[in-house]
């Protein structure tokens, strides 16, 4: 009953299309897009366009039916051809691309971490929300947040970790402001299960970004210095903020969050789809399905029961990749603890 409609936003015009892979992520702000279309297509889309791709599913009660998945600006256009079939690759990232590659100078005082990042987007045509939408800001002042001849995005990240918020680009081509979710979904009754719904699990225990100490320098006192016990290396990772008024608390936060994120083991399942089944859609959620989730994203906690690899409690979408081609439709769904978030 599902198909997906891929369309130049600006020219309104739909693309045929052989293969889509669409990545999101809680450590990467940008959705990114991979898309196959055949030779024929190649006039419709050029560099910079904007690309979106949208679920088309009858039970969807909002949005025409039409639930948004992914909106980017297209970085790459490559076409091929083999003995086989001509064939056109379009590469595109969400619009936060052009606050994260562009550089300047610049100073705002005495402002939220929201009205910070709104002010910044605006200058792009980039919308700035918070999630939950209706409670209004929660976001901490900043007395000065200032930036040289740099990207501001890398300060926006460090001020939204010190404050326990994530960022992470929507699928309308904005971002979104948020917590990492507090408690498993219970409309949408989201869940891995080992023998239902999932295809295959690979559990992983990557050494490879770890490191023994963490040193964060910034601001004018002590760098915070942190020891990962469980790293038994003697690497050593020294981030510098290369801003003079943080205080030396965001330092050590710092510091805590880069070593959670870097040991905690994942486990990546593939499943069938891209999100709740029809049966699931009708049964779970019937003709309610405004501002409910159909499809698998980043920053949903889920119930997951895997026997096999020793887990059965919630666990947080960390990243979500999705792909189809004319017949098939699967995701790969990146799960950690939550606390490596908060």
């Known amino acids: 009953m599902s198909r997906l409609i891929v369309t130049n936003a600006a020219s309104k015009t739909e ?163 948020w917590k990492p979710e507090g408690a498993a979904r219970t409309a949408e009754r989201f869940h891995f299960t080992e023998g239902r719904n999932v295809k295959s699990i690979e559990w992983k225990e990557n050494g490879a970004e770890q490191y023994h100490e963490y040193i964060v320098t910034g601001g004018y006192g002590e760098p915070a210095s942190l020891i990962d016990s469980t790293c038994g290396t003697k690497r050593v990772l020294t981030i510098d903020l290369t801003n003079p008024d943080i205080e030396p608390s965001k330092l050590k936060r710092r510091a805590e969050t880069e070593m959670r994120r870097r040991r905690e083991n994942r486990t990546v399942v593939t499943v069938s789809g891209w999100g709740l089944t029809d049966t699931q859609i009708k049964n779970n959620l019937g003709a309610n399905t405004i501002r409910k989730e159909i499809l698998w994203v980043p920053n949903l906690l889920i119930p997951v029961r895997m026997p096999s690899v020793g887990l059965e409690r919630n666990l947080l979408i960390a990243e979500v990749e999705q792909e189809a081609d004319q017949e098939t439709m699967q995701s790969t769904v990146t799960l950690v603890n939550r606390e490596a978030y908060l």
Not at 74 to 80: H, K, L, Y
């Open 15 to 177: 693309l045929l299309w052989r293969h889509i892979k669409v990545k999101k992520s809680l450590d990467n702000i940008c959705h990114t897009l991979e898309l196959e279309i055949p030779a024929s297509e190649r006039t419709k889309v050029r560099k910079h366009d904007k690309i979106e791709v949208r679920y088309e599913n009858p039970l969807i009660k909002d949005s025409g039916g039409k639930r948004r998945v992914t909106t980017v600006m297209v970085d790459d256009i490559t076409a091929s051809a083999d003995v086989s079939k001509h064939s056109v690759l379009v590469i595109g990232r969400s619009p936060a691309r052009d606050i994260i590659d562009s550089t300047w100078s610049g100073s705002l005082m005495n402002m939220t971490l929201y009205e910070i990042t709104k002010n910044i987007g605006e200058k792009f045509g980039i919308v700035t929300s918070i999630i939950p939408t209706n409670i209004g800001d929660p976001t901490t002042k900043v007395t000065e947040f200032s930036w040289e001849n740099e990207s501001p995005w890398a300060k926006i990240i460090t001020e939204a970790d010190s404050q326990g918020f994530i960022f992470c680009s929507n699928e309308a081509g904005g971002l979104y402001i």
